[in-house]
């Protein structure tokens, strides 16, 4: 690969990216501090949610405790 065509093929990629990056916005900024407050109880009922937290609770309470661990 030529010299120019390398040149053209990176300033074509830098293109694309530059392009990628205006379509995603500035995705460095930081939340709001208390941007958690809008989540707060979206599962409040919800018997979905209930179910994937007590099938969680029932494997963590499945596996052994260090000191059940056979050496």
Known sequence: MSTTELQ???TLLERE???IK???GN?????HPQAWRETVGI???DPVF??????GREYRESQP???DVEE
């Open 27 to 31: 995705t460095r900024t930081k939340p």
């Open 17 to 19: 990216v530059n392009d």
């Open 65 to 67: 405790y260090p000191e």
């Open 43 to 45: 599962f409040k009922d």
């Open 50 to 55: 209930d179910a994937i937290v007590k099938k």
């Open 8 to 10: 053209e093929r990176v």
């Open 22 to 24: 205006s379509q995603l």
